[in-house]
């Protein structure tokens, strides 16, 4: 009776490490996602550099850096005039959740935002711009 107990312990605890972390609240996901938003609002790099994650921050080093990349690469990010969320996405490495931009000019931009756990809060490890986001959403 004890060797099925750990056998079935063992299986389940190889489960819990062959998925990423479980998005168990997508609301928590886009707060962290708005909240960076907001902080690029503001002009306020050193917050919006909580929100990514260790490698994003070990890439850029410093908050002005990152809101230099970010200005430059990502003006939609930085100053949207509206932000919509679609449904959140599980990718094999995390969870993936897919923003609509629209930028001063009305133009659409679909942005994809890798999120990671650590250490239990949610950060954001990357975001890749999907291209012909006019023709069709």
């Known amino acids: 009776m004890f060797r099925p107990m750990i056998a079935a312990m063992l299986f389940l605890a190889g489960l819990s490490f062959s998925h990423p972390a479980r998005a168990d609240d997508p609301a928590a996901i886009e ?8 902080a690029f609002r503001a002009d306020d790099f050193d917050t919006a550099f909580t929100f990514a994650s260790p490698n994003i921050r070990r890439i850029f080093r410093t908050p002005d ?7 430059e690469g990502y003006p939609m990010v ?7 969320f679609a449904p959140l996405i599980e990718a094999p ?5 897919r923003v609509l931009f629209t930028d001063a000019d009305g133009r659409l931009h679909i942005a994809r935002y890798q999120m990671i756990r650590d250490g239990g809060a949610w950060r954001i ?11 069709g959403v």
């Open 31 to 38: 707060a962290v996602i708005l909240s960076q938003i907001d």
């Open 65 to 71: 850096r990152f809101g230099q990349m970010v200005r």
């Open 78 to 84: 930085w100053r949207p005039a509206s932000v919509q």
């Open 93 to 97: 490495d995390g969870w993936v959740q």
């Open 125 to 135: 490890d990357g975001v890749a711009l999907e291209r012909d986001a006019q023709q």
